[in-house]
């Protein structure tokens, strides 16, 4: 497996850059460059499958207080904090300024290796399909039972001091902290549904997330410590958390009979650094190399939250924990874990009579819609008129199917990462949303544990719709093929997404493949050659490969073993393009890299 250079601390960021763009393309053909007729734009070297993110790094030590040491010295990261009103104006004022006065570049993500899948990194991890949606994102030993524990043994130890849901932080004994937070009144029981949902479907896509459950428990399990403080934002003065706030929280709050409903959300283990963002990277992490804007995985994200219709998929919601490999929490060496958090603003949250109708269709401040509406006086015909939202179901607001766009779906204020999300990106995260069968959705809206069985119903019917436009959009454009891979040495197989979820009628899907030897193109009718195709009609489909080369003779990576393969499925746009080298009858085929050609 090739490895890629480890940077150092010292390092400007500019070279460390360039200098891992280089070994990429050197060491896995991690990005495709133009070569003439004969000459393989694909070495023969092992795809790049793991980040060196995930391996442990020194950072140096300095003395940084903690809890009233102040001789302390730390050997991680520094902790950091994203101030809530800070990110809101940066990408809604001064982001667009300055944009408009810069030239703006935009290109394919840089962690994308020779297979066109985003390798396993302290960001992401392919877990192949969406599995274990059905029980938990808890591991078994944090999930909760309120049943086998006594009252008073849950201990309030923290009010909440960000964000506008109500909740406190609680210590259970042998399961360790939770942060708790409650439904808001207008809403029962959605927000703490979203949470948990959202989380399983993140989780499942292959990011990290926190492990998060409903709990519906008695008032009489929680005590509180004395001395709390609490506060929604940093621009407000802390407030005392007494019995008067605990009570208030707990009246918000969902009930089944005399048992509260709240969300529990598990404290991430490590030593917790603050949010990270969705653009730059991390100055202090020697591992962070790539710009999140410019990371495949961050910016296929994008469709998640517009399934879900997550709105608030912001820096804020989002936690980096540096994992030590000692005892010492903030030693060295270690790593940094990237998190995803608080999916509670999704499935149509309120944000007031005036912008909830808009949420999901135009940001909070929508610079293009309101030269728009200047150019046109108003005259255009907004989405958001007409009344967003299925009847019979406000609770779920504007969640619905009928005017969901995925393409032009917009959160609260423009992302970085989701705005440059190319269609390449948008077409790797649908191949992950496609291995969603629908009896998964089904799980998924059973998760959310809501009281009125028509809501879970509904739910159901809205994830499942709204995952099939992502689908039809983004499986049509790019060839849907994946998990494409050499068989019996002389096979080549693979998964057509698009297929298996029928977003096509099934007399639509005619698959053809042709080859040429080298790197020319199977189009030119002089060298290309037809291949027979065996599709199952269930996704699956193989073609033989013919022998161009003998075990012996020329050596492994020579033009004379390489052979182009297109597979067209009759539904996409563009072909799937293989590239191959025959090292002959006794080792067979190898699978060097794949290309999705816009049609």
Not at 47 to 58: C, F, S, T, Y
Not at 186 to 209: C, H, K, L, M, W
Request: proline share 9%.
């Amino acid at each position: 497996m090739p490895r890629l250079p480890r940077p150092t601390p010292r390092e400007p960021r500019v070279a460390r850059l360039a200098r891992l763009r280089a070994a990429l393309v050197g060491a896995a053909g991690l990005f495709h460059v133009a070569c003439a007729p004969g000459h393989a734009p694909f070495p023969l070297r092992a795809p790049v499958l793991r980040d060196q993110d995930l391996d442990a790094v020194r950072v140096a030590c300095v003395r940084r207080p903690d809890h009233g040491d102040l001789r302390h010295v730390s050997c991680a990261p520094a902790p950091s904090d994203v101030p809530q009103i800070w990110t809101p104006l940066d990408h809604m004022v001064f982001r667009p300024i300055s944009d408009t006065f810069s030239v703006r570049v935009s290109g394919e993500a840089a962690n994308v290796n020779s297979l066109d899948e985003v390798p396993d990194s302290a960001w992401f991890t392919n877990r192949g399909a969406a599995t274990g949606i059905a029980t938990s994102t808890c591991d078994p030993s944090r999930i909760l039972d309120p049943t086998r524990s006594a009252d008073g043994t849950w201990v309030i130890d923290r009010g909440k001091t960000t964000g506008a849901t109500p909740g406190f932080r609680v210590t259970v004994p042998k399961r360790g902290k939770y942060m708790f937070k409650a439904d808001t009144p207008d809403q029962p029981e959605v927000p703490t549904a979203a949470s948990v949902v959202g989380a399983a479907i993140y989780r499942a896509a292959g990011f990290n997330t926190a492990c998060e459950q409903i709990v519906y428990f008695p008032p009489s399990l929680l005590k509180l410590s004395p001395g709390l403080r609490y506060r929604h934002s940093v621009a407000e003065d802390p407030k005392p958390f007494d019995e008067r706030a605990l009570q208030h929280v707990l009246d918000g709050a969902a009930r089944r009979g005399p048992l509260v409903r709240m969300h529990a959300s598990a404290w991430i283990p490590g030593y917790l650094l603050g949010p990270f963002r969705y653009d730059g990277t991390r100055s202090d992490d020697p591992s962070d190399v790539i710009p999140h804007e410019d990371r495949r995985d961050l910016r296929g994200a994008r469709l998640i939250a517009a399934w879900i219709d997550h709105v608030d998929a912001r820096d804020a919601n989002s936690m980096d924990a540096w994992v030590a490999e000692g005892a010492v929490p903030d030693g060295s060496p270690g790593h940094v874990v990237h998190y995803y958090l608080d999916t509670s603003d999704a499935f149509g949250p309120d944000f007031g009579p005036i912008l909830t109708p808009r949420m999901g269709f135009s940001y909070t401040l929508d610079w293009s819609d309101m030269a728009e509406d200047l150019l046109t006086l108003g005259v255009l015909r907004r989405p958001w008129f007409a009344g967003a939202g299925d009847p019979g179901f406000s609770v779920f607001r504007g969640f619905d199917v009928h005017s969901f766009v995925p393409s032009e779906w917009k959160m609260q204020y423009e992302n970085p990462a989701f705005s440059r999300m190319t269609e390449r990106d948008g077409a790797w995260m649908a191949r992950i949303l496609a291995r969603f069968s629908r009896e998964q959705v089904r799980a998924l809206a059973q998760m959310a544990e809501l009281t009125d069985p028509k809501n879970t119903e509904h739910l159901e019917t809205v994830l499942e719709g709204r995952l099939e436009r992502i689908l039809a959009r983004y499986l049509t454009r790019l060839a849907p093929i994946g998990e494409l891979h050499v068989e019996a040495r002389d096979r080549l197989c693979g998964l057509d997404l698009a297929q298996m979820r029928a977003v096509r009628e099934p007399a639509s899907f005619r698959f053809t493949a042709r080859w040429s030897p080298g790197a020319a193109s199977p189009d030119d009718g002089r060298r290309a050659r037809g291949l027979r195709v065996e599709a199952s009609g269930a996704g699956r489909v193989c073609v033989d490969l013919p022998r161009v080369a003998p075990d012996a003779g020329p050596r492994d990576d020579s033009p004379q073993r390489y052979v182009t393969v297109h597979v067209d499925d009759g539904v996409a746009q563009g072909p799937l393009v293989a590239y191959l080298y025959d090292l002959g009858p006794a080792r067979g085929y190898v699978l060097a890299g794949i290309d999705r050609p816009e049609g």
